[in-house]
């Protein structure tokens, strides 16, 4: 894709920008105007007909009713991530001919241009339209240029911007024929929940479109795409079709794929109930909720996760866990006590589990020998208090991306690759039933739909979506993600809107984005794939004291109802429905007992407890 200027930061675009958008002569005020006889080449410029004819990068256009130019509808595209949300669409023209390329836009960073006019291509922009502003530019096509791309465009990491009413003006070229048939579509690897698809380049195509069931799902300008919110264990079938400036071309031959079984996997959550109750513990120290000894835990609760395990220095990888001083605990039990009574838990069929990190416990194993302390301390404490498994709960500055590290599925880092390797040990040690959870904040996960680490040309918090390699890669591991959706900020959903914690819609959103999975920082070559139902839950704090964006058991409910049942969603459209959603985490138990219980009596209410 193209760029105008330094994609760094916001503040000192325009300086950056203004002697390079000047020198490709994109302002051509003194242009010829075009001759009486020349005609609107372009299809579809007033989106009174949706997005027909134009092509969106990342599924980030959509027409809209409200504001327009002119007519009833307009463009409305929305950039995220490392896409700027480009719209364009190729048009038929003559060789050696002048154009005029025009639109109304509204928008900040909102830009016009022309490729592949065989001359100088050309672009103009506005910055901060308030309300609807023309923009114009001129070219001459080349020699023997038969076809130009128009677009549109926005700026990276701005919001959504809109344009009306765009004409391309000059002669118009000879007809085009319709693109050749797709050949040679083949599905890769599928997951549980998406299928990749590729095929051979098709003759006079400049897009295609990507058919499930007869139904168009997506739209690609490449020979590939993954089709992404599918049902476990489940046959489709898929077709493609190409595309031009003369139209569609007929589908090409199905091809059938079946997404994996959507059962417990590999992850050790085979003896957990079907719907279960995640909390944290606080066993290591006391705060403001007081403290709760382990046989006190309801059996509400089917995985406990001690709180926590801390390393002897952030770099160190060497993790050390005792139970609460008397002095901060008065109440606390006897270590035997405690180990008596996480048997009887386990007896119970209940899973109890280390939990590594927190808050205040900052891990990087940035070394071998690091990550190899890690592993050797980590199985002294399971081994110690015969537990079932680890909780990695890295938040803070635990987990960053190095510049250059850009692609989740081969990640370089070493505290990411050092991380991978110690849980995948420690797997291997412990077999099948090891229960493996993990609990990163929104910004480490769903904020990777927008930004990855610091992006392609630095400049970002390097922390961005820094959680998607470690999941990705011990994905047919992983007995259960619950991201904290407390304690963030607002986070981009699939649909391109912000959404805010605190209601049903946030929990919708974040939970769809998990389950229906999403192109890393805009990328579709790069599409994390949804996890199984089975291998997620909704994190939430049990009280207002327990943390930032506490949800009414009204609201979770709601939230429940809209990703099982799909119903009570409000304005948000989930990609699917999953009955086998896992349940619910909170922080914590401590803070649910000081609220009555009333997160746990909501959770039995609703799945019959």
Not at 275 to 299: C, E, I, K, Q
Request: charged share 15%; proline share 5%; net charge negative.
């Amino acid at each position: 894709m193209e760029r105008t200027g330094p994609p760094a930061r916001m503040t000192g675009l325009l300086a950056a920008f203004s002697a390079a958008l000047l020198a490709v002569g994109g302002l051509a005020a003194t242009a010829p105007s075009a001759a009486a006889a020349d005609a609107d080449l372009a299809r579809n410029g007033n989106f009174e007909a949706g997005l027909t004819g134009w092509n969106c990068t990342g599924g980030s256009g959509a027409a809209v009713s409200t504001p327009v130019h002119g007519g009833t509808s307009a463009l409305k595209a929305t950039p995220a991530g490392s896409d700027n949300a480009r719209c364009s669409q190729a048009v038929t023209v003559k060789p050696g001919s002048t154009y005029t390329l025009s639109a109304w836009v509204q928008g900040s960073y909102v830009y016009l241009g022309a490729e592949g006019t065989g001359t100088t291509d050309v672009s103009t922009w506005t910055q901060s339209a308030g309300d609807w502003k023309q923009l114009t530019t001129t070219f001459k096509t080349g020699a023997s240029t038969t076809s130009v791309t128009v677009y549109t465009h926005g700026w990276y990491g701005t919001p959504a911007y809109y344009a009306d009413d765009l004409t391309l003006v000059g002669p118009g070229g000879d007809p085009v024929a319709l693109p050749a048939v797709p050949a040679g579509l083949r599905a890769g690897t599928p997951t549980s929940s998406s299928v990749p698809l590729s095929w051979t380049a098709a003759a006079g195509a400049t897009g295609y479109n990507v058919y499930q069931g007869g139904t168009k799902v997506l739209s690609a300008t490449g020979t590939s795409a993954t089709v992404t919110g599918l049902a476990a264990s489940t046959a489709y079938s898929f077709q493609v079709s190409a595309t031009n400036a003369a139209g569609e071309s007929v589908k090409s031959a199905a091809v059938s794929a079946t997404t994996t079984s959507g059962s417990s996997g590999g992850g050790g959550g085979a003896e957990l109930p079907a719907h279960a109750l995640v909390g944290y513990l606080h066993s290591s120290f006391a705060n403001g909720s007081g403290y709760t000894r382990m046989a006190d835990v309801p059996d509400s609760w089917d995985v406990i996760d001690l709180a926590f395990g801390e390393p002897t220095s952030v770099t160190s990888g060497d993790i050390r866990f005792s139970l609460c001083p008397v002095t901060e605990c008065p109440n606390v039990e006897s270590v035997a006590e405690f180990k008596a009574a996480i048997k009887a838990k386990q007896a119970a069929g209940k899973k109890v589990l280390i939990s590594i990190g927190g808050a205040n416990g900052q891990v990087q194993l940035a070394t071998t020998a690091a990550r190899d302390t890690f592993v050797s301390s980590v199985s002294k404490i399971i081994d110690e208090y015969g537990l079932d498994g680890l909780d990695i709960d890295f938040e803070g500055h635990s987990l960053s991306l190095n510049t250059g590290d850009t692609d989740f599925r081969s990640p370089t880092t070493p505290v990411v690759v050092n991380l991978i390797s110690a849980v995948k040990t420690l797997k291997a040690k412990y077999g099948a039933k090891f229960v493996l959870t993990m609990a990163p904040e929104t910004f480490f996960v769903q904020l990777g739909y927008q930004y990855y680490g610091s992006g392609p040309w630095g400049g970002q918090d390097p922390r961005a979506g820094a959680y998607l390699p470690v999941i990705h890669a011990l994905r047919d591991d992983l007995t259960l993600l619950h991201v904290q959706d407390y304690n963030s900020g607002s986070i981009m959903g699939l649909d391109n809107q912000y959404h805010s914690m605190g209601g049903a819609d946030f929990h919708i959103a974040m939970t769809d984005m998990l389950l229906t999975g999403f192109p890393v920082a805009g990328d579709q070559a790069k599409i994390f794939p949804g996890l199984r139902p089975d291998q997620v839950a909704i994190g939430l704090p049990a009280s207002t004291q327990a943390g930032n964006g506490h949800t009414s058991p009204a609201e979770v409910t709601k939230a429940l109802n809209c990703l099982t049942k799909k119903t009570d969603c409000g304005s948000y459209a989930t990609h699917g429905t999953w009955s086998g959603l896992r349940g619910l985490m909170t922080w914590s138990v401590n803070w649910d007992r000081f609220n009555n219980w009333e997160f746990s009596k909501n959770f039995d209410a609703y799945f019959g407890g």
